[in-house]
């Protein structure tokens, strides 16, 4: 986008944005975009893939601890599973009428205005997605190692030496090639619904077995522990968050081969695929272990393989950590593009909005995706910021869907290739707004907290985008800084081919189509 508009606040101002048309003309490749390369099986893959990390093979018993019984957990289970399809409709139908990629950051600055989408953006960049990855990363290790280690934990360094590893490795693979990395994706993707498929059957040979106790509806709904709303709301809570992941399809728009079909049909598939998974892996689980035991067990899987598998028990753990490799794959795939798609927004370094002239993979976003995930693996507050942080992601879930609607009454007559009932958005709002009010009510510190980290972004805003008239000084050290990295990676920007209108509505920088100029949204 070296020729396009000037974006307010970019650091792609004045010569920083010369440099990347000059850049481009230099290579002779002034045709540079992002590839096309995301099939139906590769987009299956990066919902299914995000979705099932390690949590169904580690600790499922968030779920049941909560629900108080095994019948509960297993609706608990189906209702959320049936919310998350209800939420990914309402995604695909904003997908598909603003094509970009950027996911839910992307709609709610287009439909709310530029403070809000940054805000998303803030956010994700802080601490989202940095937290999540070195998490996925350490679970990898741990499962690695631990076998070197049968008689105690393994050393913290060796965790974190290993967890950077595969992080390294993995952002090599992504800036390599596109082709790869979904390659990547869909192999491990494919092993990990290969070891629930192994535990599915397991368990239907237990029920065969006459091993179904749990499962009789008799005793299914017979609680450990005393019912209590509040924990039944967590419980609901819980299950959401195991679905988390279900949106960042969304994030990579503008890379999948016929986005208006293959975006829904992606997301038909997965999230029912993922629904059954969960449900009839949480069966198999209580075939061979009792609540209590379930409850009591820091591994789910293992403990179910160590009774059922024998000799072959190894492989729960290497489906574990073949589970997180493929995780942490996706999760830097995806955060990428998020980053970049802020970047060319102008709500991030304009160097984040460049790819590589050959290989057409956003290094420079690549590059800060991995050091802010290195950084958090040498954090020992990565924990307790999920916590805080957490609450602020499924509160923008609910704000995107929100949007639909909004979307719907400013404007009724754009193109939508798809175009759901009203009911779903509202019907998702409903169950988003319960969690919301519960979570708020049980926990006000955490969420306030959540809600103090993501408003340091206000001033961040106004300083760095908002603020037109920054020093000379500083614009000139920032276009040098551009410079030196555009020659470091070896990328320009993509060549502008998105049209400047998408489904109706107007892409511009900081001019919200149904918030008006951001200014005065803002002021």
Not at 223 to 230: A, I, M, R
Not at 451 to 480: E, H, R, S
Not at 484 to 506: M, N, R, S, T, W
Request: proline share 5%; aromatic share 12%; hydrophobic share 50%.
């Amino acid at each position: 986008m070296g020729d396009g508009p000037r974006q307010r606040g970019s650091a792609a101002t004045g010569s920083s944005a010369d440099v990347a048309a000059d850049s481009g003309k230099d290579t002779g490749d002034s045709g540079v975009a992002l590839k096309k390369e995301i099939g139906l099986v590769s987009a299956c893959g990066i919902i299914v893939g995000n979705i099932i990390g390690s949590g169904i093979f580690v600790s499922p018993k968030g779920v049941l601890e909560n629900a108080s019984s095994v019948g509960l957990a297993l609706i608990v289970w189906i209702v959320t599973g049936v919310i998350t399809a209800i939420g990914a409709l309402c995604y695909a139908e904003l997908g598909v009428t603003i094509p970009k990629s950027g996911g839910d950051y992307s709609y709610v600055k287009d439909i709310f205005g530029g403070l809000a989408g940054f805000l998303r953006l803030w956010i994700a960049v802080l601490v989202i997605y940095p937290t999540n990855q070195a998490v996925i990363a350490l679970t990898f290790s741990n499962y690695i190692l631990q076998p070197l280690f049968p008689t105690c934990f393994p050393p913290e360094k060796g965790l974190s030496l290993l967890a950077a590893v595969c992080l390294l490795l993995l952002t090599w693979v992504n800036c390599a090639s596109v082709r790869w990395a979904t390659r990547v994706q869909d192999i491990f993707t494919a092993g990990k619904l290969l070891a629930l498929v192994l535990i599915i059957i397991m368990g239907v040979v237990q029920i065969c077995k006459g091993e179904y106790y749990w499962l009789e509806p008799v005793n299914a709904f017979e609680p450990f522990q005393k019912y209590d709303v509040g924990q039944i709301a967590l419980a609901f809570l819980q299950g959401s968050f195991a679905y988390g992941g279900w949106n960042f399809l969304n994030y990579v728009t503008e890379e999948l081969v016929d986005p208006y079909v293959n975006l829904p049909r992606a997301i038909f598939i997965s999230i029912p695929l993922v629904t059954f998974v969960y449900v009839f892996a949480n069966i198999a689980y209580v075939t061979a272990m009792s609540p209590q035991e379930l409850l009591a067990s820091n591994a789910v899987a293992v403990t179910f393989g160590e009774k059922l598998l024998g000799v072959m028990s190894w492989i729960m753990p290497i489906s574990v950590a073949l589970s997180t490799f493929g995780g942490v794959n996706g999760s830097l795939f995806t955060s990428s593009r998020l980053f970049f798609a802020g970047a060319r927004e102008g709500h991030l370094p304009s160097l984040l909005a460049m790819i590589h002239v050959k290989r057409c993979t956003p290094i420079p976003a690549l590059l800060f995706t991995c050091l802010s995930t290195l950084v958090m693996l040498c954090t020992s507050d990565m924990y307790t910021l999920i916590n805080y942080v957490g609450f602020i992601n499924y509160l923008f879930y609910g704000v995107t869907v929100a949007g639909q609607i909004v979307l719907r009454i400013k404007q009724p007559d754009i193109h939508r290739p798809i175009k759901i009932s009203l009911v779903w958005p509202v019907i998702y709002l409903l169950f988003w707004a319960f969690l919301l009010i519960f979570s708020l009510y049980s926990e006000p510190l955490v969420c306030g907290t959540g809600l103090a980290i993501m408003l340091t972004g206000v001033p961040v805003y106004f300083l760095g985008v908002y603020w037109d008239n920054k020093p000379q000084c500083f614009n000139t050290f920032v276009d040098k800084m551009t410079y030196l990295g555009q020659k470091f990676c070896v990328v320009v920007y993509p060549a502008e081919d998105k049209p400047k209108e998408a489904g109706g509505i107007e892409l511009k920088e900081e001019k919200s189509p149904l918030a008006g100029e951001d200014n005065e949204a803002t002021k």
